[in-house]
């Protein structure tokens, strides 16, 4: 059996790593790394493993790998020979696969991601005497940009899950895990309520209730995007 270790940092992308490892059942290891309390960027220890420091990480014997979805299909490849988590080539599914795997961090996270600086803008972080310029600018930069595109993207999302229940058809994938964090992270702080997307709403409620959700947070901690951590 392959030797894995995860560099996990809390409240962050690599709880998808974790969370694929449960699902797969696969024997791993954890060396935790801290957010500074004060600026939450990640720990300088992480860099150690990797020139950028950005989790997850995960040493698989011997080799590094880094960027969430690059490791969950590694790993897949690597453990998933019977398919359970990804659809097998050449089939409508895996198309859809593909094509999710990309979307969760190419197309959904940057509206979010300006969302977090946006509110930053009008947070402490920024002098008080400032606050009211930068906070207008967040507020101007929401209702014209961040906001609509956000909107655009969860009725998209809230669309393709009335058609089945899963991303890529009836049976739940690394997909569905790769898009659990940016959906975590809407829910915090970008308007993916009950009422307004109901659909994406239970969605998101059935992947937090797999066993290998939390068993990932069992031994990761808890993730709590409302500021959309990474």
Not at 58 to 80: K, Q, R, T, Y
Not at 117 to 126: E, F, H, N, S
Not at 130 to 150: H, M, N, Q, Y
Request: a neutral charge; hydrophobic letters at 40%.
């Amino acid at each position: 059996m392959a030797d894995v270790v995860v560099h996990h940092l809390e409240n962050s992308r690599s709880h998808r790593v974790l969370w694929l490892l449960e699902e797969l059942g696969v024997e791993y290891s954890i060396e935790m790394h801290r957010r500074d309390r004060k600026t939450m960027r990640a720990s300088k220890s992480l860099r150690r493993i990797h020139p950028l420091g950005k989790a997850p990480m995960v040493v698989l014997d011997g080799v590094v790998l880094a960027e969430s979805g690059a490791i969950l299909e590694a790993l897949l490849d690597e453990f998933d020979t019977e398919h359970t988590l990804h659809p097998e080539k050449g089939t409508t599914e895996h198309r859809r696969f593909r094509y999710f795997m990309h979307y969760a961090e190419g197309s959904l996270m940057l509206p979010l991601l300006v969302k977090l600086l946006t509110g930053a803008l009008g947070g402490k972080q920024v002098p008080a005497l400032a606050r009211p310029i930068t906070g207008g600018v967040g507020k101007l930069l929401d209702k014209s940009f961040t906001d609509p595109e956000i909107r655009l993207h969860l009725t998209f999302l809230e669309g393709e899950l009335s058609e089945r229940p899963f991303l890529c058809g009836d049976e739940f994938t690394a997909a569905d895990i790769q898009l659990g964090f940016p959906l975590e992270g809407a829910r915090g702080r970008a308007g993916l309520t009950a009422e307004r997307y109901p659909t994406l709403h239970r969605y998101v409620e059935t992947l937090r209730a797999r066993d290998g959700y939390r068993a990932a947070e069992k031994r990761g901690g808890p993730l709590e995007l409302g500021g959309f951590s990474s």
